[in-house]
């Protein structure tokens, strides 16, 4: 029966996957993340020698619970890229049709790039050699510094300067940029100890590169896949250590081993869990993820971050310590509403990945330049959304966005400065 219903699951898994990848969207990558975080270790339980930590039944519910999750989303997903009319937005996009210069964008990368880079250094003080090397997670994770919360913003505004160097005709720019990102990557995993940083530049590029490359050409994205997946496995190793002194004077190399082993895929265990407890949990079923989402401008009347409570629930830590756990997005969604959830928060996810998505035709001009923008922004995200958490998702997918909207907006329209032209 677990095989049967992990087959349900992954017929409509493959059929959204198609789906997303015919119409070149971003949204791919929501399907690739689940490929590792849910149906890899799903099919894995489903084996008749499987050592399974739950009975048969939890296993069922939880692969017809994401079956149902994925068919709303499917069904929603393709009725409003009709309704929008925005099923083929991506096409002359990843086909690089009038996309032979991207040097405007690139500058404007360039800018918010360094300005977030600032905003870390500022905000973490980090003045010193002695402060980049014994800085720690925690010291990220538990900044109330302005400075850095602006930071973050800002590396999600900068996610697609990738793209634009790519296509760069100015080649100091190009050079420029390249660099910048490589010296802001090695800063994320050696100083900030992050891995979101990682993923952040290099899925965008990695998804242009895959959809826009044929024939022997596609040996760019699988060097980018393997690029990325190295140096996430490295980031991860250095985040365990106390500070960047220990990772260096440890053995390096069974560092990034115990790191390897430590997939996050793990997580879907917890989805399990809240199964096997019928969700009888502080905070759950409340829906407190949707909530925080539509009252993100009111902090007031937002819920406690979902993510603690779950930590809380499968761990047992205190969800005033501010441990986050994220059990998938079918996790999440089961968690904060039980199997309405499969309803809710699937057809919200459709139907936000289609207004980003209708945002691109609202722009004339600029419009080649926002696709970018919004491209690798979806990118990213999507692979968030997949890990589940959701509301993070949101606000570095939103508020970035937003934020160039109205400056292309306001340059284009207001001030007739035709800026990104």
């Known amino acids: 029966m677990i095989l049967i219903s992990f087959l349900i699951m992954f017929s409509i898994f493959f059929y959204g996957l198609l789906f997303e990848y015919k119409n070149k969207s971003p949204f791919l990558v929501f399907y690739l993340g689940l490929l590792i975080l849910v149906v890899f270790p799903s099919f894995l339980n489903s084996l008749p020698l499987a050592f399974r930590n739950y009975p048969d039944v939890v296993y069922v519910e939880a692969n017809l619970f994401s079956a149902l999750y994925l068919l709303v989303l499917c069904f929603f ?31 404007i990368y360039l800018f918010f790039l360094s300005l977030c880079f600032l905003c870390f250094i500022f905000g973490l003080k980090l003045f010193s050699f002695s402060a980049l090397m014994t800085l720690n997670w925690w010291d990220l994770v538990r900044s109330n510094s302005p400075l850095v919360i602006l930071g973050t913003y800002l590396s ?101 081993l115990d790191a390897g082993q430590g997939a996050e895929s793990t997580f879907i265990e917890a989805f399990y869990y809240f199964i096997y ?49 994220h059990p998938t997005v079918f996790g999440d969604a089961y968690a904060n509403s039980w199997w309405l959830g499969a309803f809710i928060y699937s057809s919200f996810l459709a139907l ?35 890990r589940g958490a959701v509301y993070n998702a949101f606000m570095y997918s939103f508020l970035p966005i937003m934020m160039l909207f109205i400056l292309i907006y306001s340059f284009n329209n207001i001030f007739k400065l035709r800026f990104l032209k």
């Open 77 to 107: 997903r393709m009725l409003l890229t009709r309704i929008f009319k925005v099923n083929n937005i991506w096409l002359d996009f990843v086909q690089y049709k009038n996309y032979n210069d991207f040097s405007d964008l690139n500058r």
């Open 156 to 256: 999600y505004v900068s996610c697609g300067i990738l793209i634009s160097s790519y296509y760069s005709k100015n080649k100091f720019d190009k050079i420029f940029s390249y660099s910048l990102t490589i010296i802001f990557l090695c800063f994320s995993v050696l100083v900030l100890k992050t891995r979101s940083y990682v993923l952040m530049f290099l899925v965008p590029m990695f998804l242009y590169l895959m959809y826009s490359k044929r024939g022997i050409e596609l040996i760019k994205p699988m060097i980018f896949f393997l690029v990325t997946v190295f140096l996430f496995v490295f980031a991860r190793a250095v985040r365990h250590s106390n500070d960047l002194n220990d990772f260096l004077t440890a053995d390096i190399g069974l560092s990034i």
């Open 277 to 325: 407890n019928n969700n009888n949990f502080e905070g759950f079923d409340k829906n407190y993820t949707l909530t925080r989402i539509l009252f993100f401008w009111f902090p007031d009347f937002k819920p406690i971050e979902f993510s603690y409570l779950m930590h809380s629930a499968y761990f047992g830590s205190s969800p005033n310590e501010g441990l986050s756990m």
């Open 352 to 386: 936000y990945i289609s207004l980003l998505e209708l945002m691109v035709r609202f722009f004339d001009n600029s419009r080649k330049y926002f696709k970018v923008i919004v491209f690798s922004i979806i990118s990213i995200v999507s692979l968030i959304f997949a």
